[in-house]
């Protein structure tokens, strides 16, 4: 059972930014990072099956955004490298969350330069660049508001009212260290704020083939393939039913039930493989103080 529990954790961990090996989550001792133990953010972004739905979700709905698309579309090697990109996400996710202050100021000013970095013009001639404050709030946005949506749904740790706004106005730290303005920092300005954004976003062949690509990823591993297209249709399942609309994306009831009792069972396992996740390291840096 060991070998068992261990080859799905090294899976598990080769999917995420623990991959790169590039940051120490369990030193120096005692060191809280951005937020520590205690926070909201912790408990939401400590979960590898929400946070996996969740990241699907969120790509799908920042995809919709014609700028954000134009931006992924010029400037990344999506197609040849998706699990790269979903690597570095993971990377900069965890370590803005769960690393030593230093390090995650460190993965911030990296990302900053790279956006300096990207800018052009979408298909249609309006100009985008990455480092665009109202453009970093709508990846901010679409990104968290589907990590909540995912931990309400598969984790369930931080549900009341006032441990959301936590986690909001925490993430919200880092977005505006990014350079990202006037974030909406509770759920229901996060839904006010999706709903402002409706007329702004679209659907065409460019969104479709991004999509396309990312729901085909073929995880490594033969007993990852069908967890894959589990957490695939998940994702599909955490957006809002506007977006699966403009996305031409849907499932039938009964593939919603299915995917969510799939998705629990999932859960149940990997939480009980994975124990050297950047979650577990970070705690045990500050338990082992």
């Known amino acids: 059972m060991i070998g068992i529990r261990r080859m799905i954790e090294a899976q598990v961990l080769g999917l995420t930014g623990m991959a790169l090996k590039e940051i120490d989550f369990e030193r120096p001792k005692g060191e809280p990072g951005l937020f520590g133990p ?4 912790w408990q939401v972004h400590g979960d590898f099956t929400s946070m996996l739905c969740g990241g699907i979700s969120a790509l799908l709905l920042q995809m919709l955004h014609p700028l954000a698309l134009a931006g992924v579309w010029d400037h990344s090697r999506f197609r040849e490298d998706i699990l790269g990109r979903l690597r570095r996400t993971s990377q900069f996710i965890s370590a803005t969350t769960f690393a030593t202050t230093p390090d995650a100021e460190r993965l911030i000013a990296k990302v900053q330069g790279i956006h300096q970095r990207i800018a052009g013009v979408d298909k249609d001639g309006t100009p985008y660049q990455a480092s665009d404050p109202a453009l970093l709030t709508w990846v901010h946005v679409a990104e968290c508001s589907r990590f909540m949506a995912s931990h309400l ?13 936590d986690y909001f106005r925490e993430s919200a ?11 909406p920092q509770t759920p229901q300005e996060v839904a006010d704020y999706l709903e402002a954004m409706r007329p702004r976003l679209r659907c065409d062949e460019r969104t479709r083939e991004v999509a396309q690509v990312l729901l085909s990823t073929r995880l490594p591993g033969r007993m990852s393939q069908p967890v894959g297209r589990v957490m695939m249709n998940a994702g599909i399942d955490l957006l809002p039913e506007w977006a ?6 849907s499932l039938t009831p009964l593939q919603r039930r299915t995917t969510r009792l799939m998705v629990h069972g999932v859960a149940r396992v990997l939480r009980a493989s994975v124990r050297n996740g ?4 970070a705690m045990r840096r500050m338990t082992e103080a």
């Open 38 to 41: 205690q926070s909201a953010i």
């Open 153 to 165: 749904r598969y984790k369930r740790t931080v549900v009341s009212p006032e441990r959301q706004e």
């Open 173 to 183: 730290e880092i977005a505006r260290r990014l350079g990202a303005r006037d974030i």
């Open 244 to 249: 699966q609309e403009m996305l031409g994306l």
């Open 278 to 281: 950047a979650w577990h390291c």
